[in-house]
């Protein structure tokens, strides 16, 4: 019952969606996508990974009271005296 008459193909389209279908079969490393996979696969999770390790356990959440810093090691700028 349902065919697809109704739809107008296009061949430039359909050419696109077969070349993304089949982009690994011709994937080749270059400059440029070896710059892409280093920075994706290496740079970035270890600057979140960095970035995580640097500020954990340096804040806490919980049970601070009004004009208490969160800062579990307040620097020498903050004064208790205000």
Known sequence: MGG???VKHDP???RWNIMREDVYKHFKFT???AVISILGLFVFPASIYWAAASTDLRWKW??????QPFAIKPSEHTSEAE
């Not at 919980?62 to 004009?67: D, L, M, V, Y």
Request: no cysteine; glycine share 26%; charged share 25%.
């Open 31 to 33: 400059p440029r996508t």
């Open 4 to 6: 697809h008459g109704y």
């Open 12 to 14: 430039a389209i359909e």
């Open 62 to 67: 919980g049970g601070t009271r009004k004009g």
